[in-house]
């Protein structure tokens, strides 16, 4: 599409393939730009019409070009259900096609086997001269050999590929691959999208490499808003199956992160994404949580946790603070939020994608930190535990990893499980005990976070002092986290009821309860009366008196908490059984009253 500018609003905006490109700036100035990409060549068609529809309706006045061609409306094809137009979308390219005596025998041979299948009926969409060229080496595949690989991609599964997809993706060109797999998909969505023809997003799971998963991503978010929560467990699917460690780790995003939207949170997919990553771990041998520490990005920093942003004449260095809060370290020394204005003598180029990698980088970066404090709360609370050369390995000499684990107090464990000393990982990675002389891991069998019921009063002060001399904040409550013990009472009960009677504003106790990761037990009429929680070896359950028609978002209405037990599933029928409290490990009877504690504190 032409460019087309926007007057007193100094907007240029500019459709390319399925990208929209908007510039903001004063006249005779680069502005700064924004890219948007979009499913669809007509997706961003129809957004930047909107766009500049919204510009003119306040007021404003498109500038016309003097040199601008006018914009011709693709015509339409006469096949119902396309909205492609007569001339192919690429241009000829330079490269020659395979002839008889050029093309690789592998290549004859898949031909051969594909023309022998039938074409799925709808599959017009599909048209050999409208789809970018597939190059091997030298030469691209010619009109025969591309139409086979479409019917290799009709009849394809992703449980038993066909050889003649494998070998593409191994012999030729990545970007290519990625070209025809996107645009072939892209057609598919614009002629709506039949379940039938489903192979053309396959293609990307079959062909795509990174920058497809990378691509793919957004639109697997959007999707399930859209209602079509079906595509984006197919798209879960394609990440899996491109099967590189930039797409598993897009993959593990969902498994992770629910996809929420205000309100609305889309909890299937992210279940869909764990039992693929569960499936992925036990085929590469290892555990899931395994499998997601060696899938935590680095973001493109170096081994010291640093990258440099290129103006051309002046470099900038990336530092990353407490939490994993980027900045920017000027020459002179000093450390800003953000990175400086380019100047006049800047590289224009160099500058303009320097900014867009920052951008980019502190939402990566802001990503990782929740998510990895996170699982490393949760490795606190479970008890997970790392050999020496795992935790060196995925935490201490990880670029991110490395500086979120600083403020944590570390436990070292003997071969039995007994903590046998605490310590911390320096700045230079090395290690440090409370009275913070140098030490090491030397007969020692795990490492694991220390809980804080795991440690006395004196060690709790002398680690506090330490970290308070260093500035070092954690990423979560650790020496400060609540403890609580059970009643001497309560060690001979199946219940705790120390809560009775307290009434806590309904909507504080039902959304506090979700906030802090509980979840509602729904009856065969879905209605609840109950919360759950996972917690190490067993199930806490919450029970409160709540009628089927009470309204608990109201304020102004309250609740008690009955009664709060622990049960346990075993067996082949998963038989439930109520675990006695001594038995209950005390992490968790730590936890669970930790929260009820907090909450009941809002009551009366």
Not at 248 to 265: R, Y
Request: charged residues 25%; contains cysteine; glycine residues 6%.
């Amino acid at each position: 599409m032409a460019r087309r500018k926007i007057e007193r609003s100094a907007k240029a905006v500019r459709t390319e393939s399925t990208s929209q490109k908007v510039r903001d700036g004063r006249p005779g100035t680069r502005g700064q730009a924004k890219v948007k990409e979009f499913a669809t060549v007509a997706e961003a068609t129809k957004a930047t019409d909107k766009l500049i529809a919204a510009k003119l309706q306040k007021g404003t006045s498109e500038v016309k070009s003097a040199n601008a061609k006018p914009v011709v409306p693709a015509a339409k094809s006469r096949k119902v259900g396309l909205s492609t137009v007569e001339k192919p979308d690429f241009p000829p390219p330079a490269l020659e096609e395979f002839s008889t005596s050029t093309t690789p025998p592998w290549l004859a041979k898949a031909t051969v086997t594909a023309t022998g299948l039938s074409r799925i009926r709808g599959s017009e969409f599909a048209v050999v001269a409208r789809l970018p060229p597939i190059t091997v080496g030298k030469h691209r595949l010619n009109s025969e050999q591309v139409a086979a690989v479409l019917l290799a991609l009709q009849h394809a599964e992703f449980d038993k590929p066909p050889d003649m997809l494998g070998r593409l993706r191994k012999c030729a060109n990545a970007e290519s691959l990625d070209a025809f797999a996107w645009t072939l998909m892209s057609k598919w969505l614009d002629s709506g999208a039949s379940p039938r023809h489903k192979w053309a997003m396959r293609a990307i799971g079959f062909l795509g490499s990174d920058a497809l998963a990378i691509k793919l991503t957004p639109l697997l978010r959007a999707w399930p808003v859209e209602n079509y929560h079906q595509r984006a467990v197919l798209g879960l699917e394609c990440l899996m199956h491109i099967g590189t460690d930039k797409a598993i780790t897009e993959l593990n995003l969902f498994a992770l992160q629910p996809v929420t939207v205000g309100k609305a949170t889309f909890s299937s997919l992210q279940r869909k994404a764990c039992s693929m990553m569960e499936a992925i771990a036990m085929k590469k041998g290892l555990t899931a949580r395994q499998l997601e520490d060696r899938l935590v990005p680095d973001c493109g920093l170096d081994n010291l946790g640093s990258r440099v942003f290129d103006f051309g004449p002046r470099q900038f260095h990336l530092v990353l603070g407490p939490g994993l809060k980027p900045g920017i370290k000027l020459p002179d020394g000093t450390v800003k939020n953000s990175l400086p204005n380019p100047r006049a003598k800047d590289d224009s180029a160099k500058a303009e994608s320097a900014v867009a990698e920052w951008k980019l980088l502190k939402k990566q970066i802001k990503a990782v930190a929740s998510i990895q404090a996170q699982r490393l709360e949760q490795s606190m609370v479970f008890g997970s535990r790392w050999t020496v050369p795992e935790f060196e390995l995925v935490l201490v000499k990880h670029a991110l990893n490395t500086i979120l684990i600083r403020p944590l107090i570390w436990g070292g464990y003997d071969l039995r499980g007994k903590l046998a000393a605490t310590f911390r990982v320096r700045e230079d990675r090395t290690y440090a005990d409370a009275a913070d002389n140098a030490c090491t891991l030397k007969g020692i069998g795990t490492v694991g976070v220390v809980h804080p019921l795991h440690l006395n009063e004196s060690q709790k002060t002398a680690w506090g002092d330490v970290l308070s001399d260093y500035d070092l904040i954690p990423p979560f409550l650790q020496l400060s986290r609540r403890v609580v013990r059970l009643e001497s009472k309560e060690f001979k009960a199946r219940e705790i009821t120390r809560f009775q009677g307290i009434a806590i504003p309904a909507p504080t106790l039902i959304f506090g309860l979700e906030r802090l990761g509980w979840s509602r037990v729904r009856d065969d009429h879905g209605s609840f009366k109950q919360h759950a929680k996972f917690v190490p070896g067993v199930w806490a359950v919450v029970c409160y008196d709540m009628d089927f028609d009470f309204d608990y978002s109201n304020p102004k209405n309250s609740l008690a908490i009955e009664t709060c037990y622990f049960e346990k599933y075993s067996g082949r029928g998963l038989k439930v059984k109520q675990v006695p409290l001594k038995k209950v490990d005390p992490v968790a009877i730590s936890e669970v009253l930790s929260d009820l504690s907090a909450l009941a504190a809002k009551g009366r």
